[in-house]
T-cell receptor
Framework: EDQVTQSPEALRLQEGESSSLNCSYT??????LFWYRQDPGKGPEFLFT???AGEEKEKERLKATLTKKESFLHITAPKPEDSATYLC???????????FGRGTSLIVHP | GAGVSQSPRYKVAKRGQDVALRCDPI?????LFWYQQALGQGPEFLTY????????KSGLPSDRFFAERPEGSVSTLKIQRTQQEDSAVYLC??????????????FGSGTQLSVL
């Protein structure tokens, strides 16, 4: 069965303290891996799509990387406004449906 | 519209009551998804439409759940005889085409359903 596991479940950082979130997956035939950000009371908002091992994408303080078994979302010098839940999703070959992990709740203290 | 719109924003239902949740996707978006999100969990897939065709309904938890998109735009998720375990946020998402993962999903803010 295809699975997506995110760790840690929750992370508290001080402003400026860099860290990484992990998304490990066990799927047969990865077509794409997505990162979304979700603020309280809102729907997820798209951040990145990664397609193949070795690929990296950046946006402001965020950088997403992909290996054959996992993806990392690196947050460099975070600010309080980066506080949110970060969701990882995978889509397998032959499917239209992204499958989401449980997310990592990030709190950045000023 | 500017984004995916869902209504109502909040719905309180008595156990056994029927409810209908509406989703207005972004104009021209071919694909439409419904997800269920319990508190502290990630979104769980319910059903997928391509235009008016419901191509996948494997995530619907029981035959009390029914979704439609009759004209390929607005979609309605109906839950009959609601149970307490149906309490969750119901998210709708749309994307422009079906070409694959490069077509990112745009989510609405969801409908929070509470069954008492």
């Amino acid at each position: 069965e295809d699975q997506v596991t995110q760790s840690p479940e929750a992370l508290r950082l001080q402003e400026g303290e860099s860290s990484s979130l992990n998304c490990s997956y066990t799927v047969s035939g990865l077509r794409g891996l997505f990162w979304y950000r979700q603020d309280p009371g809102k729907g997820p908002e798209f951040l990145f799509t990664l397609y193949s091992a070795g690929e990296e994408k950046e946006k402001e303080r965020l950088k997403a990387t992909l290996t054959k078994k996992e993806s990392f979302l690196h947050i460099t010098a975070p600010k309080p406004e980066d506080s949110a839940t970060y969701l990882c999703a995978v889509q397998v070959e032959g499917s239209y449906i992204p499958t989401f992990g449980r997310g990592t709740s990030l709190i950045v203290h000023p | 519209g500017a984004g995916v719109s869902q209504s109502p924003r909040y719905k309180v239902a008595k156990r056994g009551q029927d409810v209908a949740l509406r989703c207005d996707p972004i104009s021209g978006h071919v694909s439409l998804f419904w997800y269920q999100q319990a508190l502290g969990q990630g979104p769980e897939f319910l059903t997928y439409f391509q235009n008016e065709a419901q191509l996948d309904k494997s995530g619907l938890p029981s035959d009390r759940f029914f979704a439609e998109r009759p004209e390929g735009s607005v979609s309605t998720l109906k839950i009959q005889r609601t149970q307490q375990e149906d309490s969750a946020v119901y998210l709708c998402a749309s994307s422009f085409s079906v070409r694959g993962p490069e077509e990112k999903l745009f989510f609405g803010s969801g409908t929070q359903l509470s069954v008492l």
